[in-house]
């Protein structure tokens, strides 16, 4: 018989994640501030929690996912008794130092903690894209791997608590330059009279792909670079890349375009030429970053 669980939160995530419970034939409870929000899970048989401590009490397994560490602290902290002898898992987004705090003080109430980092959107769930990065102590993991595996590919981690929330804050990072690039550009490319966002973004993607496949040389050559010292494989001028840099801006502000978006690229560029370097590579630029030096 599959594992009792209680869902804490029922936001766009939540619903998703005990919507996806429910499907797989999980007894499900759930508790939401605003309770409305559980009536269609309700409808396909969850369990209405009339309060956190009955929704707590209801489960071995704990699932919370609310707006950040606070509200996850608010809602814990009145009924901290419930939780002895039960499992706690925080797929609530927040920094390893939140993840370290929350960790120790729900071990302080007898209880076992996870941490987790959900790579999902909430209609992504259950499906085979989305993967969930979990943290912690790897008996308790092993003890729900099944149960996690309802919500996509588990993947944990490590004991180190923090390491879900990193590496989940750290994907996050590589998205937004994703993002932020996407709109730059198509906002470069509206500038022309009839240019269409779609059409553009057709080469966008084919071009931003090809790249995306060169990133795990360029991670061989930051480990490599960290174990031996060794030359890297993949480098460029760095006058060449400044160049097509100063370009880029030109083009920009031709198109009426703000130029802001784009310093994070110059300032890694212009840092690497004032340390001395001729040469662009991966490692020198994590090297650079590593350092902290704004
Ligand atoms: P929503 O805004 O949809 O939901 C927020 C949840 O937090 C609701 O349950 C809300 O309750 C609750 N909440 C907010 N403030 C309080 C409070 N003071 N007391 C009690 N409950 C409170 O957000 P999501 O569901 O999208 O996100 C939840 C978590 O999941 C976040 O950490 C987010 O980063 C993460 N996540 C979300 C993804 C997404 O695509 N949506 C992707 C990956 C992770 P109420 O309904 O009463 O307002």
Same mark, same amino acid.
Not at 2 to 18: D, N, R, S
Not at 103 to 124: H, K, N
Not at 273 to 290: D, I, N, Q
């Given at each position: 018989?599959?594992?009792?669980?209680?869902?804490?939160?029922?936001?766009?995530?939540?619903?998703?994640?005990?919507?996806?419970?429910?499907?797989?034939?999980?007894?499900?409870?759930?508790?939401?501030?605003?309770?409305?929000?559980?009536?269609?899970?309700?409808?396909?048989?969850?369990?209405?929690?009339?309060?956190?401590?009955?929704?707590?009490?209801?489960?071995?397994?704990?699932?919370?996912?609310?707006?950040?560490?606070?509200?996850?602290?608010?809602?814990?902290?009145?009924?901290?008794?419930?939780?002895?002898?039960?499992?706690?898992?925080?797929?609530?987004?927040?920094?390893?130092?939140?993840?370290?705090?929350?960790?120790?003080?729900?071990?302080?109430?007898?209880?076992?903690?996870?941490?987790?980092?959900?790579?999902?959107?909430?209609? *992504?769930?259950? @499906?085979?894209? !989305?993967? =969930? %990065?979990?943290?912690?102590?790897?008996? /308790?993991? #092993?003890?729900? $791997? &099944?149960?996690?595996?309802?919500?996509?590919?588990?993947?944990?981690?490590?004991?180190?608590?923090?390491?879900?929330?990193?590496?989940?804050?750290?994907?996050?990072?590589?998205?937004?330059?994703?993002?932020?690039?996407?709109?730059?550009?198509?906002?470069?490319?509206?500038?022309?009279?009839?240019?269409?966002?779609?059409?553009?973004?057709?080469?966008?993607? *084919?071009?931003? @792909?090809?790249? !995306?496949? =060169? %990133?795990?040389?360029?991670?061989?050559? /930051?480990? #490599?670079?960290? $174990? &031996?010292?060794?030359?890297?494989?993949?480098?460029?001028?760095?006058?060449?890349?400044?160049?097509?840099?100063?370009?880029?801006?030109?083009?920009?502000?031709?198109?009426?375009?703000?130029?802001?978006?784009?310093?994070?690229?110059?300032?890694?560029?212009?840092?690497?030429?004032?340390?001395?370097?001729?040469?662009?590579?991966?490692?020198?630029?994590?090297?650079?970053?590593?350092?902290?030096?704004?």
């Amino acid at each position: 018989s599959k594992t009792p669980v209680t869902v804490i939160g029922l936001g766009e995530m939540g619903q998703a994640l005990a919507g996806a419970l429910l499907g797989s034939g999980h007894p499900t409870t759930v508790w939401n501030r605003t309770a409305a929000k559980a009536d269609e899970l309700a409808g396909r048989g969850a369990v209405r929690a009339g309060s956190v401590a009955d929704a707590v009490t209801a489960s071995p397994l704990v699932v919370v996912c609310l707006l950040d560490y606070a509200t996850v602290r608010a809602a814990l902290e009145p009924v901290a008794e419930r939780l002895r002898g039960r499992t706690v898992v925080n797929l609530t987004n927040g920094s390893p130092a939140q993840a370290a705090e929350l960790a120790a003080w729900v071990a302080g109430q007898g209880a076992d903690y996870l941490d987790g980092g959900i790579m999902a959107v909430p209609t *992504t769930i259950a @499906t085979e894209e !989305a993967f =969930v %990065l979990y943290s912690g102590d790897e008996r /308790v993991f #092993a003890a729900h $791997r &099944e149960t996690f595996e309802v919500f996509g590919a588990a993947k944990y981690l490590g004991a180190d608590i923090g390491i879900a929330s990193l590496y989940d804050l750290a994907l996050l990072d590589g998205m937004g330059f994703l993002f932020n690039g996407f709109h730059h550009s198509v906002a470069m490319v509206l500038s022309r009279e009839g240019a269409s966002a779609v059409e553009f973004t057709e080469l966008l993607v *084919t071009w931003l @792909t090809n790249m !995306a496949k =060169v %990133l795990p040389a360029l991670a061989a050559d /930051v480990d #490599a670079d960290r $174990r &031996e010292g060794a030359e890297p494989a993949i480098t460029q001028g760095l006058d060449v890349q400044l160049a097509a840099d100063v370009n880029i801006r030109e083009a920009a502000r031709e198109a009426g375009v703000s130029t802001a978006e784009l310093a994070p690229g110059t300032a890694i560029l212009k840092a690497l030429l004032a340390a001395g370097h001729k040469e662009w590579s991966a490692p020198v630029t994590v090297r650079h970053l590593r350092s902290g030096k704004d």
